[in-house]
């Protein structure tokens, strides 16, 4: 029986090796098999367990010890790609489907029953496949997997789910509208994709989705979601043994039968086409892609290491535009996958005055040139820094599942799994992928400008922590976080926009981007290059381009954040304490960085979510803290060098910053390793405690963008709050975020995005709510949002609800802290907010104290009753 389930192709030349994996799966198929087979298929240089049920299912085990979790993707073998004409947005709308509801659990149960886990599950819709995510501490596995298996293969769609869910869609599609980039990468995908089902995007249209009906949506279910037509991914900390058997009893009776997803390989691209585009994004992007091989072919790693190579600053690419006398501000070049098809794709961004047919006569003609330049000692570097962003990667279990799903999808040997797989490449074969793919081949361009602005139109862890306080004043955190080859490094400030000189809104975001373009030592270049050599991570701001570009962003604090391999800390930790300590603002640099984030400004200003967080903020604080990080264009063109030296010397004091530090080093190793960098900083003034204004009087800011989606934000300061108060805060936030949410957006359908929160901030109560919504829809949810406010403050909680919350933030909690320089922000966060817990078994230990009589005494002190603070933007 054992030969028959052990299928594996053996190499004549790796014999040995193969007799230890025949007896690997000969163990694991004896312990996990009764009446299914699983069968151990070949894996090319992958370094993963690859199995497959009986029923068709496949499976990939990537075993990881470092963290508790446990994540896994189910990817369904069917995507926008697959869809007729017709059919646009079937499979993004079955996506939210998904969750509305079996004949064993309803919504509020599927909701319920994964945040008492402490679990997280999402889903989301690509080209070739529709994923599921799903993350839960390893004692919880196999109840998330018994829901993921009931919610995949026994899904009721009822006609009042699909309702709620094209509502919520139609909100989705308003929201892309509004989004100035959207309108780009529709073009875009258009012109990558031309005359193949993946020139359009997933969300489908209203009209479209107004034609779903209940047996259609069903019968395309019926025909997609079986066993046969999907592929699982498992990540994190279990037994492989155990895990098969779990899979086995969740998923393995499910009959198999599906229709295979199947989508033609794109044809290649022909000819040379040039397009133009005006768009509300502020800088210029030229966009340009090249026909990619298979991903199954062995030019795919290649091209993927070539990315490397072109792309990033200090890249090739970007030194070719420099040598030009262009000013790239990002350089992009990588290969993206759909199924059986790829296109190697190079973005630039450039400032708004560039020609963008300059840069791409740059661009084309440096290509043949560039590859020919590659050293052998960079090719090595190379691959040396991909395989650290690889480690790195693998701590966030559940993006690195979503990252390889392409690769797991295109049935590419290997699929992209192994950290080495590209230690075989050398620069003969980097400049021979090129002249195959890139060099006088047929590509097609998108040449994106600025549309003329309105002016010129009108003319947890148990591991060894240490906690010091050096004689300057800098406070230094460091903990031991075993089997991880990664060292983090995440600088914190204790004040922000309480230290800027008046009439300098956004100076301390200014000062940052201008940390690395040079310091006393070094020039901006020789910064760049030793970031290359070393393979180092070094983020000093923001991305508010980026959806999440700006999460950690806040009024209140700044932060810098480094990551790099452990045997590069030393000299990795050095190069940040001198961009840190002796920044010298280059005259040239500064104007560069003002034109970025005067376009930043342009951009948030285009945004309704971003322009009603605004009024809110100078509304409501008062002018205690900044209304936005970015400033003004009035205040970002007042900015000088001196301005910024000034800054610098106040803000870049010991008694400022505070030093997180995680590493596979024991702690008090990575403290003196620091201890010396850092100890050299002036000791500054201690941070004044600011007070912020208590909210005593209703106040609404309105403001007209004209776009598809509107915004509401709204606050209120309703006092001091006691220190012994924040755990009961946070669970009866977390509660207040839930009912809000589940009842304006499931129950009402008044928006895609809410979120509503409670919270702490200098001493005092913090209520904030944000809504994006369809401006029709804006007065009656300005309605809803008082009556749910007051129907919470006179409701009751159990203590179950708490004991499901408190699962609910501890697991997102440690979700967040999978990567290391995650972990290190927390703990910077918990020494600057002087908590009396580290975010780890400890928080977990004060959330679970709460009382449901805690929660109700929080929503009667803290939550506002009639003054709020409101900005409403349409």
């Known amino acids: 029986m054992c030969a028959d389930l052990l299928t594996r192709r053996i190499n004549n030349d790796a014999r040995g090796k193969a007799m230890k994996t025949v007896f690997r799966f000969v163990i694991l198929s004896l312990a996990v098999l009764v ?31 470092a963290t508790p979790l446990v994540s896994t993707l189910v990817l369904v ?18 996506e939210h489907l998904i969750f509305s509801g079996t004949d064993r659990r309803g919504k509020e149960e599927i909701m319920k029953e994964v945040e008492g886990v402490g679990g997280y599950i999402n889903g989301f819709t690509r080209a070739d496949y529709t994923g599921y995510i799903a993350v839960s501490h390893r004692d919880y596995s196999d109840d998330l997997m018994d829901l993921l298996s009931d919610i995949l293969f026994n899904s009721m769609i009822e006609d009042t789910a699909l309702d709620e869910a094209r509502r919520v869609v139609v909100e989705e599609i308003l929201k892309r509208k509004s989004r100035p980039g959207a309108r780009i990468d529709k073009v875009f995908q258009r012109l990558l994709y031309p005359q193949s089902p993946y020139s359009h995007t997933g969300l489908g249209s209203e009209s479209s989705l107004s034609s779903a009906t209940k047996q259609r949506l069903r019968e395309f279910y019926l025909r997609t979601y079986r066993p046969d037509n999907m592929i699982l991914l498992m990540s994190g900390s279990f037994d492989e043994v155990a895990a098969l058997g779990i899979l086995e009893r969740n998923f393995g009776s499910i009959r198999p039968g599906g229709e295979k997803g199947n989508v033609p390989a794109a044809p290649p691209l022909t000819g040379r086409h040039i397009n133009n585009l005006r768009s509300g994004v502020p800088d210029v992007q030229v966009r340009i892609g090249f026909t990619g091989p298979d991903p199954r072919d062995d030019a795919a790693g290649a091209l993927e290491l070539l990315g490397a190579f072109l792309g990033g600053r200090g890249g090739l690419l970007a030194k070719a535009l420099e040598s030009a006398g262009m000013k790239p501000r990002s350089v992009g070049a990588h290969l993206s996958i759909n199924g059986k098809s790829s296109r190697f794709i190079i973005s630039t961004s450039f400032p708004g005055e560039t020609d963008p047919h300059s840069a791409l006569e740059v661009i084309l003609t440096a290509l043949p040139v560039a590859t020919r330049g590659i050293s052998p000692e960079s090719v090595i570097a190379t691959r040396e820094r991909l395989v650290f962003e690889e480690t790195v990667g693998r701590e966030k279990i559940h993006y690195f599942l979503m990252e390889k799903a392409p690769w797991a999808i295109s049935g590419a040997p290997g699929q992209g799994f192994s950290v080495g797989r590209g230690d075989h490449l050398d620069a003969d074969e980097l400049d021979k992928v090129s002249r195959s793919f890139l060099v006088d081949k047929p590509y097609v361009a998108l040449l994106v400008v600025p549309e003329a602005s309105p002016k010129e139109k009108r003319g947890s862890t148990s591991e060894p922590l240490l906690r010091k306080t050096l004689g300057n004043g800098i406070t230094i955190i460091a903990e031991e976080r075993t089997d991880s080859q990664v060292f983090s490094m995440h600088l914190m400030t204790r004040r922000r926009s309480s230290l800027e000189p008046e009439g300098k809104g956004g100076i301390t975001d200014f000062m940052h981007r201008l940390l690395s373009s040079g310091t006393d030592e070094r020039s901006r270049e020789e910064i760049e290059d030793e970031l290359r050599k070393l393979g180092v991570s070094l983020s000093t701001a923001g991305n508010p381009l980026s959806p999440f570009g700006n999460f950690y962003t806040s009024r209140t604090y700044s932060y810098i954040r480094l990551e790099c391999l452990l045997d590069k800390a030393e000299n990795a930790a050095s190069l940040m304490a001198d961009v840190v300590v002796s920044p010298s603002f280059p005259e040239t640099e500064i104007e560069d960085v003002r034109k970025k984030m005067l376009d930043f400004v342009s951009y948030r200003d285009s945004r309704p979510s971003s322009v009603s967080s605004t009024l809110l903020a100078r509304d409501l604080y008062g002018g205690v803290l900044a209304s936005d990080v970015l400033g003004t264009a009035d205040s970002i063109g007042s900015i000088i060098r001196e301005d910024l ?59 007209k963008l004209g776009k598809p989606q509107g915004a509401v934000a709204i606050g209120s300061i309703t006092g001091e709050i006691e220190r012994e108060d924040v755990p009961a805060l946070a669970v009866a936030s977390g509660i207040l975020n839930q009912r809000i949410t589940f009842n ?4 009402e359908g008044l928006a895609y995005s809410v979120g509503a929160s409670l919270s702490s901030l200098d001493g005092r109560s913090l209520f904030l709510l944000s809504m994006g919504t369809a401006p029709d829809k804006i007065e009656k949810a300005r309605k809803s949002i008082r009556r749910e406010i007051e129907s919470i403050r006179r409701s009751n909680v159990t203590q179950a609800e708490i004991n499901i919350r408190v699962n609910a933030i501890f697991g997102r909690l440690q979700m967040r802290m999978l990567s290391s320089i995650n972990r290190a922000y927390y703990l910077g966060l918990s020494a600057r907010n002087g908590l009396d817990h580290t975010y780890g078994e400890d928080y977990r230990e004060l959330l679970m104290s709460v009382t449901p009589d805690d929660v109700k005494s929080i929503w009667t002190r803290y939550l506002p009753r009639k003054n709020l603070v409101e900005a409403i933007v349409r």
């Open 645 to 703: 030296k000034k800054l610098h010397e106040q803000y870049f004091t010991a008694n400022n910053i505070i030093l997180s530090i995680l590493s596979d080093l024991p702690a008090a190793e990575s403290m003196e390793l620091v201890e010396s960098l850092f100890g050299v900083l002036p000791e500054g003034e201690p941070p004044a405690a600011i007070a912020l204004p208590i909210t005593k009087e209703q106040h609404v800011a309105s403001h």
């Open 744 to 747: 304006l957006r499931e129950k």
């Open 35 to 65: 009446h299914t087979d699983v069968k151990a298929i070949p894996a090319g240089e992958d370094v993963t367990g690859h199995y497959i049920l009986d029923n068709g299912l496949e499976v990939r085990l990537i075993p990881r010890q």
């Open 77 to 94: 073998k069917t995507g926008y790609a697959m869809e007729s004409m017709n059919q646009r947005g079937y499979s993004h709308l079955l």
